[in-house]
């Protein structure tokens, strides 16, 4: 009972740095190597803490500097490495403290120094033999705990030791390099021979996740390091290809400049031109003029279309001197699918480009009778503007001005009929436009072709 009370109070004094009450404890004969619970000593509790003074009576009483903790297998070097005390490391280092002795994970105290990033700490335990390319559990070696906590004096220390960079399969020391990315950090790892090629588990390489962040200091020692420029990711992704979907127009032009593909293309056939048209990166586009302006993806998409297709009108204007508008019908698709979303000074551009505005899209509708059914008055407008056939007939020989009717859209009748359709002609069925707004029942429709 005394002996459990005892127990109890050793390891209270110890962890709060009642050095006075700790001695006394001592002698009354407690044990110094007693644990609680979960299997912690009292020179782990001094450790962690940073209680020197403690941790000094505990070492000369003879404490086991190498006991590892019950629960997890830590031991006071590790306890006191994690946390940053350099004077309690070295300390128990100078009374035999295993610098390689290994928690329940396989993890060591110089793990620990790596994490903390103390350059101190890792310089005093590789001094005393720590084990530099040991591999935990979890597949970290020191060097890799080091570099994605951006510790860089820690990564040189461990480097200059021996840290192998490519220790681990599919976890190059490069691609662990954390955003914004530290050059002067990969040019030591390349120095030590990390390989500047290797793939994670998706294939991205440490230049592609360079080039996607714009990273361009970075990416020209990747290249001089020799860094294969057009070298895909399992999705056919290059760094060109990503730079220009994330719109980096500045590592575009200098990936361009080192001689990355122009051409190259993701699996669903999407090159540089066809990702930065659709995000409407006009300034990587502007980078991009020697590429293939009339390449078509997996869909039949060219870089024209995607642009009209999502309103990026500096895109278009870019595209057009660049490309032949009636190659894979680029500039009749372009038109629909900027007039069917709306967007509108898109449509203006193409067709002052010289887009045909009687193009035949739907069933072979024309568009002007797509935008009659869309209820769409400003296309119609637009189209009017840039002189659309008003009185082009359908193969049931119904005229924009019939359709309109027909699907009582007051506003475009009237708009149409100001224009000047032709309210005279019959369709097959021998009908007129105002006979057919008699037929819809709609009287806002009737009245309009009531007025003279």
């Known amino acids: 009972m005394i002996s459990n009370k005892l127990r109890q109070e050793l390891i209270q004094a110890a962890r709060f740095g009642e050095k006075e009450r700790l001695t006394t404890l001592l002698a009354e004969g407690a044990d110094v190597d007693c644990r609680d619970t979960n299997g912690t000593t009292a020179l782990m509790f001094a450790a962690k803490q940073g209680f020197t ?57 110089l793990m620990a120094a790596a994490l903390v990033g103390s350059p101190e700490i890792v310089q005093m335990l590789l001094t005393a033999g720590a084990e530099v390319n040991v591999i935990d559990q979890d597949q970290d070696t020191a060097l890799n705990i080091a570099i994605v906590k951006n510790h860089l004096a ?58 996607e962040h714009g990273y361009t200091p970075l990416i020209s020692a990747l290249l001089q390091a020799g860094a294969a420029i057009d070298l895909p990711n399992q999705d056919g992704w290059t ?16 990936l361009l400049a080192q001689g990355a593909n122009p051409n190259g293309a993701t699996q669903e056939g999407d090159t540089a031109l066809h990702l930065a048209a659709v995000e409407g990166h006009h300034e990587v586009v502007a980078a991009l003029n020697t590429a293939n302006s009339s390449a078509t993806n997996a869909l039949g998409d060219t ?48 067709l002052r480009a010289g887009v045909n505005p009687n193009i035949l899209v739907h069933q072979e509708q024309s568009l002007l009778v797509v935008a009659i059914k869309k209820d769409n008055s400003d296309l119609v407008r637009q189209l009017i503007a840039y002189r659309v056939d008003l ?5 049931t020989g119904a005229t924009p001005l019939m359709w ?46 009531a007025v003279s």
Do not use: W
């Not at 003074?53 to 297998?73: H, S």
């Not at 990026?312 to 698709?333: A, F, S, T």
């Not at 009185?391 to 193969?395: L, R, S, T, V």
């Open 391 to 395: 009185n082009h007939q359908d193969k």
């Open 154 to 211: 820690a990564v040189e220390l461990l480097l200059a030791a021996g840290a192998n960079p490519n220790l681990v399969d599919e976890r190059s020391s490069l691609l662990l390099v954390p955003a914004p990315g530290n050059v002067q950090m990969i040019n030591s790892l390349i120095k030590a021979g990390a390989q500047v090629n290797a793939q994670d588990a998706e294939g991205n390489t440490c230049l592609l996740n360079a080039a």
């Open 404 to 449: 309109a009717a027909n699907q009582r859209r007051v506003e475009i009748v009237e708009i149409l009929m100001a224009a000047g359709a032709d309210r005279t002609i019959r369709n097959q069925g021998g009908l007129t436009a105002s006979e057919i707004a008699k037929l819809s029942g709609n009287r806002a429709t009737i009245a309009c072709f």
């Open 53 to 109: 003074e403690i941790v000094e009576l505990l070492l000369a009483k003879k404490a086991d500097v190498n006991l590892a903790r019950g629960n997890f297998g830590t031991t006071a070097l590790m306890l006191a490495a994690a946390s940053g005390h350099s004077g309690i490391v070295q300390l128990l280092l100078s009374h035999h403290a295993n610098p390689n002795a290994l928690n329940n994970d396989g993890s060591t105290a």
């Open 303 to 350: 870089p024209l279309l995607l642009a009209a297709l999502h309103g990026h009108r500096l895109v278009v204007e870019q595209l057009l001197p660049l490309i032949d508008l009636n190659r894979h019908r680029q500039g009749d698709k372009a038109l629909t699918v900027a007039g069917l979303a709306k967007h509108y000074p898109v449509v203006a551009v193409l």
């Open 239 to 254: 760094p060109l290809l990503a730079a220009a979907a994330a719109g980096q127009a500045q590592t575009v032009q200098l």
